[in-house]
């Protein structure tokens, strides 16, 4: 009885960031005690072993699998999954566990890196557990045996993550190319899923079955591009959901990507209604529900109606500042400065927003929403606006049916949101780099709900993006070319709103991680002489970057070789792939700028220049010009590239591949000098 209660109590939560969140009604009460009453009666009958009865057991390996050389549906693979094999069952009595079997095959070094395991789950109030672990590595020895090689239980190490999250770790022994490893595991009160079907290397065959007694009615959602097995099963007072796929391609890493979860192959599984003695309760509700139910909860709706006392010195600021767009500006920025997050995300004021702002540290909840009641208390209009981050996912704004009761379990982080002169603001004060015009980075272009009072008609969805805002560097190169072909000289870059952010955050984890990530990483050849920073703590300037740099050019005979596109972050092309199952996901338009002043030795000249070029996308969303102009012993280049367009579709990829290509021969073009006859 325990633990069905505890299960629905589980599903009623929305495990978000680091809090958990449970609706207490006294409907929800009757209905728990109910069911539980009910289940208690039932016949409980011995549960088997779900697993597919044509795989191979834990263990047994026959030896063309460790003979094998390549994946024969995937030659680049690293490894293979060749079994992907999961059970997840509501168990009367302890809630619903997962169990979890996987065996994959090393086919290259790259792919030694599988036998590093690490297994999350949540443990911020010894909630779940990983148990019954077991794990071995398979090898042929020189007479063609098998030889089995255990993890000890000694060597598997538990280690916390954060506040919320930790895992088990072990790495597997004696593994090598052509190993197959392979580990079991059990995790409990784990709650519902989304199985992941596919994987950043191939699946062979993946196997998923949902038990759980009839009294649950359950929606199974799959999102596949590949097709898959479903079987429905009653057996008892059960109900067995059987799900297959094979030889699922890789989803490889895609750069410029939202979220990849989304995209792979998986399958959701919600809860859409209890059953019991001939009645259904349905647990879906639409957004209007949502809404009401969260202004009237007392750890988000009335601790926005709390009065957060203002300071004397943030009312020394407020007191010459009339206009709201100053005073939305000085109030963020205080909050900014004075509160400290204490690494639990969520939506949630557990402790209330009183109790934080007097201790000046809270969660994302609490201290966004202490934000939102002083915007408020400073006549603005400010309301709470929830947020799924990239990280998190994207939110089904359309459907709230297919998603358990209520549907704030789709959102990670809640936001202020202000509107001033037909403008409006995406604020959270927990981001120390976000300035107050720029929406946060990792929300940017997603949808947000708006929470107020039905009555004011606030509410409801948002997109959170503003054409205005983009990403833009402009940089300034001086260089002179010697005798010797060694190019030196000095790079300035300017970095604007998002631009400026992006680089900001490696900046400030020093001048070696910021060399490393935006010169050595694309320009192996290249030698930093040295790297300042400007206005790096001034969210109102923009950052500058100054680079002084030398670098061997390419030579052949008498001709010497470079490029004008130094330092640009446009260096390499990061779409050469063939194929693509996501969208690119830029976020923001984008406007790069930049400018080359080279000079050469008096006894050498200038080869043909290459023309001056304006390149368009067909639908006019990514443009570029490229021109230079010589004059004595100087070379004056520039090179201009916008995009038009945040999001550009899978389903258009072999087009905006092929531009993209053309645009990087174009930009990366060589200038030859030689030495005058």
């Known amino acids: 009885m325990y633990g069905l209660v505890k299960f629905f109590n589980f599903r009623s939560a929305s495990r978000l960031g680091n809090t958990t969140k449970t609706i207490n009604s006294s409907h929800m009460k009757k209905t728990i005690l109910f069911c539980a009453c009910h289940l208690f009666a039932l016949i409980l009958l011995e549960q088997k072993s779900k697993g597919d009865p044509d795989l191979p057991g834990f263990g047994k390996v026959d030896k063309a699998d460790l003979e094998m050389k390549q994946c024969d549906f995937d030659n680049k693979a690293e490894a293979m999954v060749m079994v992907d094999d999961g059970s997840l069952e509501y168990v009367y009595g302890s809630g619903t566990e997962l169990k979890k079997r996987v065996r994959i095959k090393i086919l290259n070094s790259k792919g030694l890196e599988w036998a590093n395991v690490h297994l999350r789950y949540h443990s911020e109030r010894n909630d779940e557990d990983i148990t019954s672990l077991e794990a071995q590595t398979y090898n042929l020895d020189d007479a063609g045996n098998v030889v089995i090689t255990k993890v000890e239980k000694k060597l598997i190490y538990e280690k916390k993550i954060n506040k919320k999250f930790s895992e ?166 205080y909050v900014q400065d004075n509160m400290q997050w204490n690494e639990y995300g969520g939506i949630w004021a557990f402790d209330g927003v009183k109790s ?84 946060p980075p990792d929300v940017i272009l997603s949808e947000g709900l708006v929470i107020e009072k039905i009555e004011t008609f606030d509410w409801g969805w948002r997109t959170l993006w503003n054409k205005d805002l983009s990403s833009k560097n402009v940089v300034l190169i001086t260089g002179e070319i010697d005798d010797k072909g060694k190019l030196s000289g000095e790079v300035t870059i300017t970095s604007y709103d998002y631009a400026r952010i992006t680089r900001l955050q490696a900046a400030k984890k020093g001048k070696d991680k910021y060399t490393e990530k935006y010169i050595t990483a694309s320009n192996s050849g290249m030698t930093v002489d040295g790297v300042e920073f400007e206005n790096l703590d001034s969210d109102s300037l923009p950052f500058v970057q100054k680079i002084k740099f030398s670098q061997a050019l390419n030579s052949s005979g008498d001709y010497t070789y470079f490029s004008s596109n130094i330092l640009s972050g446009l260096e390499k092309n990061p779409f050469i792939a063939d194929s693509r199952f996501s969208d690119v996901f830029f976020g923001t ?69 092929e531009f993209y290509k053309q645009l990087f021969d174009l930009i990366n073009e060589q200038y030859v000098i030689r030495k005058k006859k």
């Open 168 to 333: 088990k770790v072990f790495t597997f022994p004696e593994v090598r190319v052509g190993s197959i490893i392979e580990f079991k595991y059990k995790h409990s009160n784990i709650g519902l899923i989304e199985w992941q079907f596919q994987r950043p290397i191939p699946v062979k065959y993946s196997h998923f079955v949902i038990d759980f007694p009839e009294e649950i009615e359950i929606s199974t959602i799959p999102s596949c591009s590949h097709q898959y097995d479903h079987k429905k099963e009653e057996k008892s007072t059960r109900v067995i959901h059987t799900f297959s796929m094979s030889k699922i391609p890789a989803f490889r890493d895609e750069p410029y990507i939202i979220n990849e979860d989304f995209y792979r192959d998986h399958l959701d599984i919600k809860i859409t209604a209890l059953n019991f003695a001939g009645r259904r309760e349905g647990r879906t509700v639409n957004w209007l529900q949502v809404i009401r139910f969260l202004m009237e909860d007392e750890d988000f709706g009335i601790q926005l109606k709390k009065n957060i006392p203002r300071t004397a010195d943030l009312d020394a600021k407020l007191k010459s500042v009339k206009e709201p767009y100053q005073r939305m500006k000085t109030i963020y920025k």
């Open 356 to 439: 934080a702002w007097k201790d000046k540290k809270g969660t994302v909840g609490e201290i966004n929403l202490i934000l939102v009641n002083l915007l408020k208390d400073a006549d603005l209009d400010a309301h709470a606006v929830l947020v799924s981050t990239h990280e998190n996912g994207i939110v089904n704004t359309t459907d709230p049916g297919t998603y358990d009761y209520p549907g704030f379990n789709q959102f990670d982080k809640v936001m202020a949101f202000v509107e001033i002169d037909k403008k409006f603001y995406v604020l959270d004060a927990t981001e120390k780099e976000t300035p107050v015009h720029l929406i």
């Open 589 to 657: 338009n984008q406007s790069y700028m930049v400018y080359g002043n080279f000079v050469i030795p008096d006894d050498y000249t200038f080869e043909e220049l290459p023309k001056s070029i304006k390149m368009i996308m067909p639908d006019t969303s990514i443009s570029v010009v490229r021109g230079a102009n010589v004059s004595g012993n100087r070379l004056m280049t520039k090179i201009q590239l916008d995009f038009n367009r945040p999001v550009y579709p899978a389903s258009q990829y072999a087009d905006f591949q």
